[in-house]
């Protein structure tokens, strides 16, 4: 399996644009978390989905943030408009049953908003 | 609001030494506290799992210990070696039923292990 990939890995965007973040989880897997990760802030919790519903989103910061999960192999995360606050490292993570397997996290997508 | 404040920010050992990471958590529902490791341009991996029916879980070199009464839990790492440097991720969350709950993690330590 080659584990949850993540694109595009780098973005590097305006004020004011539209960012679309993907993650293909693992097969099989049942939910898929999305974390924001900062130095000042840490690992933070954005939404997750659990059978591709999603079921706590109360970590997405405002309005500008949405995420979708249409089927059970993709999701997006999209920001619009991004502004630069919003520059972190976005992780997609994926698991069947965390109590026996963990989360296994994608790589990563480095966002910056210049 | 913090769930689980984790300390210290940073910490450099010698080779063979035995670093030691704290955590606290303050949501007594919690029942599943995993360590996750993380390397540079990585996304953090698990390291060791335990629940508070145990209070040590030792997997290799990595040992958590657990103080239910405290709300308290550390990972110990024996004989550390260079490859061990990474940041270190405690976490914890409600595992019941079988159904998937949402992790929240510490701020993480920065682990730096010299030859």
């Known amino acids: 399996d080659a584990g949850v990939i993540q694109s595009p890995r780098h973005e590097v965007t305006e004020m004011g644009q539209e960012v679309t973040l993907r993650c293909k989880p693992i097969s099989g897997h049942n939910s898929l978390f999305w974390y924001r990760q900062t130095m000042m802030r840490g690992l933070e919790l954005l939404i997750y989905f659990n059978n591709n519903v999603p079921i706590d989103d109360s970590g997405m910061p405002e309005d500008r943030f949405s995420a979708k999960m249409p089927n059970a192999s993709f999701s997006t995360l999209k920001i619009q408009p991004s502004e630069p606050r919003d520059s972190a490292v976005y992780f997609c993570?994926?698991?069947?049953?965390?109590?026996?397997?963990?989360?296994?996290f994608g790589s990563g997508t480095r966002l910056t908003v210049v | 609001q913090q769930q689980v404040k984790q300390s210290p920010q940073s910490l450099i050992v010698q080779k063979g030494g035995i670093p030691i990471i704290n955590c606290a958590y303050e949501n007594t529902a919690f029942d599943y506290f995993p360590w996750y490791q993380q390397f540079p341009g990585k996304g953090p991996a698990l390291l060791i799992a335990i629940r508070p029916d145990v209070s040590e879980k030792k997997e290799g070199r990595f040992t958590i210990s657990f103080n239910k009464s405290a709300k308290q839990f550390s990972l110990h790492i024996m004989d550390s070696q260079p490859g061990d440097s990474a940041t270190y991720f405690c976490a914890a969350s409600i595992d019941s039923g079988g159904s998937n709950y949402k992790l929240t993690f510490g701020k993480g330590t920065l682990l730096t292990v010299n030859p």
């Open positions: 993570a994926s698991t069947l049953y965390q109590g026996d397997y963990g989360y296994t």
